[in-house]
């Protein structure tokens, strides 16, 4: 039977009658012939010709048929070789083979034989190229799908890093930033819930600013105490600057976090805070992504707190985020409610009432609702102890007014209204703390804020001591005009307070915190 197609055999021999018979053979069957008399004439047609296949002798001057063979190979893998061989050994057939030869024939060779090899050669070598095709096809494929996936994951953390850039660029508060900060993170990570402790050189035990919980964690109580090991990890990166991820078990961690992130927030180069996530059950873990989008954002955050800070009301941004700490701080005792608030309007009625300035209000307003804000460097477990306090306790207490000072101090403005605070628990005898200044030696607001001070603790329910009987404070108060006070403030503060629409106002204030802490209402006596 001819064969159809048109493939091209080339047949290297130095004998010239078998490549006669061989040409007049394969010809009648189709095949277009070529023949080479050694390898380097066969090597010089492949160079130029396109061949399907290469049937050659072996043993042949200039390059015999083993080396034809090999050099085959290097050029072109595809092209089946096929060797005849008179002297048939072991060690020539294992070396064709090794060499990839796709198969041997053994002279004598029957020129059917020798058919039924090229056919199959040629056979094998189709499937082979098909193969190849097929795989570098699927290589295509595979690498298509890749550059899809890589494209997709791309646009999302671009969507993801444009919604925090976003978020950043709308807010007019610096308070909002660290609400924001926390609700991104479990928004936008796998955080069951997040949060952000202020922490820097002055508060140098982390505060919770804010927390976020995410809506799929069902978290029943909010307010916990932070876990000893928590507070070690976020002293630790904020010490060195450095982001922390734990993503399994580990003993850094409490029972109920089962993975951690931590990162610290630099403001000008200074650590200002630490942004926490946690995941509390499952076999979810963070990934070095999840932390990518919570540097990401705390970049963002704090970037957007400078520019706050830098180009808008610098003042009042500042006054609303430490405001904002000391409601915090307020929110954490029942007892205290809005006793900042209150101090303020009863020292600025003293203050007004003795001829003071506007520009000495103003001062008042500051350093009044700001005066206890260094408590939020004072451990929860002194700071809301019920029943008294050991000495060594107290004697953390008593820190809050320098610790107070030294964050307004920070801000680079404010002098009056840190002194004023530096000096809130000076007592007019110099018996008082933290430097025992006495009489004119302590800022005159100092004294008065002091008189408004003692009044609203006595008459707030605080945890240590129950709300005292009205009359009882104003003859505690009177008594120690002299000694704890300025006498003069102290008798402003007692004209003021027998005075009918001063006791009104009076009233106002404490019968809204009357409603949900059961404050004493101050009576006229
Ligand atoms: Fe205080």
Same mark, same amino acid.
């Given at each position: 039977m001819?064969?159809?197609?048109r ?6 021999d130095?004998?010239?009658? #078998? ?7 394969? *010809? ?6 070529i023949? %080479?008399?050694n390898?380097?004439e ?5 160079e ?6 290469c ?11 083993l ?15 096929i060797v ?11 070396h064709?083979?090794k060499?990839?030869v ?8 029957? $020129?059917g ?6 056919r199959?050669?040629?056979?094998q ?5 098909e ?7 699927i ?7 890749a550059l899809?996936r890589?494209?997709r994951?791309k ?15 709308g ?5 909002d930033?660290?609400?924001s900060?926390t609700?991104l993170?479990?928004?936008l990570?796998r ?9 820097n050189?002055v ?9 976020s919980?995410?809506?799929k ?7 916990s105490?932070?876990?000893y090991?928590?507070e *070690? ?8 600057g450095?982001?922390i ?6 003993l850094?961690l409490? =029972?109920n976090?089962v993975?951690?992130m931590?990162v ?7 650590i200002?805070?630490v $942004?926490?996530?946690?995941i ?13 989008y919570?540097s990401f954002? @705390?970049? %963002?955050? %704090? &970037? ?6 830098l &180009?808008e009301n610098?003042?009042?941004n500042l ?11 307020? %929110?954490r005792d029942?007892?205290t ?6 101090? @303020? ?5 003293i ?9 000495d ?18 451990k929860?477990?002194?700071? $809301? ?7 060594? =306790?107290f004697?953390?207490?008593?820190k809050?007014p320098? #610790?107070?000072?030294?964050?307004v101090?920070?801000l680079?403005f404010?002098?009056?209204e ?14 008082g703390?933290p430097a025992g200044?006495?009489?004119?030696e302590?800022?005159f607001?100092s ?7 003692a ?8 945890c &240590?001591?129950?709300g005292?009987n ?8 009177s =008594?120690r ?9 102290v008798?402003t503060?007692l004209e003021l307070?027998?005075?009918p629409?001063?006791y ?9 915190e ?6 004493t209402?101050p009576?006229v006596p």
């Amino acid at each position: 039977m001819e064969k159809q197609s048109r493939e091209t055999i080339l047949f290297v021999d130095d004998e010239e009658a #078998i490549l006669d018979i061989v040409r007049e053979f394969f *010809q009648h069957k189709g095949y277009t012939v070529i023949t %080479a008399g050694n390898g380097l004439e066969a090597l010089k047609i492949l160079e130029a010709q396109n061949v399907n296949c290469c049937v050659t002798d072996i043993n042949m001057p200039e390059m015999d048929g083993l080396e034809l063979a090999e050099r085959i190979r290097q050029i072109d893998m595809a092209l089946p070789v096929i060797v005849m061989t008179g002297f048939p050994s072991l060690d020539a057939t294992i070396h064709t083979l090794k060499n990839g030869v796709v198969d041997f024939l053994i002279k004598p060779v029957n $020129l059917g034989q020798m058919e039924m090899c090229v056919r199959g050669v040629l056979h094998q070598r189709e499937l082979f190229v098909e193969n190849l095709l097929l795989k570098e096809e699927i290589r295509r494929k595979e690498q298509l799908e890749a550059l899809n996936r890589e494209l997709r994951e791309k646009v999302e953390e671009l969507d993801i890093l444009n919604k925090i850039m976003g978020t950043f660029t709308g807010i007019r508060q610096s308070f909002d930033v660290f609400r924001s900060l926390t609700d991104l993170t479990t928004t936008l990570t796998r955080a069951d819930t997040s949060r952000f402790y202020l922490i820097n050189n002055v508060v140098e035990k982390p505060f919770e600013v804010t927390v976020s919980i995410s809506q799929k964690f069902d978290l029943s109580v909010k307010k916990s105490e932070l876990p000893y090991s928590i507070e *070690q990890l976020i002293i630790e990166s904020s010490a060195n600057g450095m982001p922390i991820l734990i993503s399994k078990k580990s003993l850094k961690l409490p =029972e109920n976090i089962v993975s951690f992130m931590a990162v610290p927030m630099m403001i000008r180069g200074k650590i200002f805070g630490v $942004l926490t996530a946690s995941i509390h059950s499952g076999n979810i873990k963070f990934n070095n992504k999840d932390l990518y989008y919570l540097s990401f954002m @705390t970049e %963002a955050a %704090a &970037y957007s707190i400078e520019n706050l800070a830098l &180009y808008e009301n610098i003042c009042d941004n500042l006054f609303s985020t430490l405001l904002a700490f000391v409601k915090a701080l307020e %929110a954490r005792d029942f007892y205290t409610g809005r006793h900042a608030e209150r101090v @303020t309007i009863i020292a600025k009625m003293i203050a007004q009432k003795m001829g003071c300035s506007s520009e000495d209000l103003e001062i008042l307003e500051v350093a009044g609702r700001l005066h206890d804000i260094g408590k939020i460097g004072i451990k929860d477990s002194i700071l $809301l102890k019920p029943g008294s306090l050991t000495d060594e =306790e107290f004697a953390e207490i008593k820190k809050h007014p320098v #610790i107070g000072a030294d964050i307004v101090e920070q801000l680079g403005f404010w002098k009056r209204e840190q002194e004023i605070i530096r000096s809130h628990h000076e007592r007019f005898d110099g018996k008082g703390y933290p430097a025992g200044r006495k009489g004119e030696e302590i800022p005159f607001l100092s004294r008065v804020m002091f008189v408004a001070d003692a009044y609203d603790a006595m008459c707030s329910h605080r945890c &240590y001591r129950n709300g005292m009987n009205e009359a009882k404070i104003i003859s505690i108060i009177s =008594e120690r005009a002299g000694t704890q006070f300025d006498p003069d403030a102290v008798r402003t503060f007692l004209e003021l307070y027998h005075d009918p629409a001063v006791y009104e106002t009076l009233q106002k204030l404490y019968l809204t915190e009357a409603c949900d802490q059961n404050s004493t209402i101050p009576r006229v006596p």
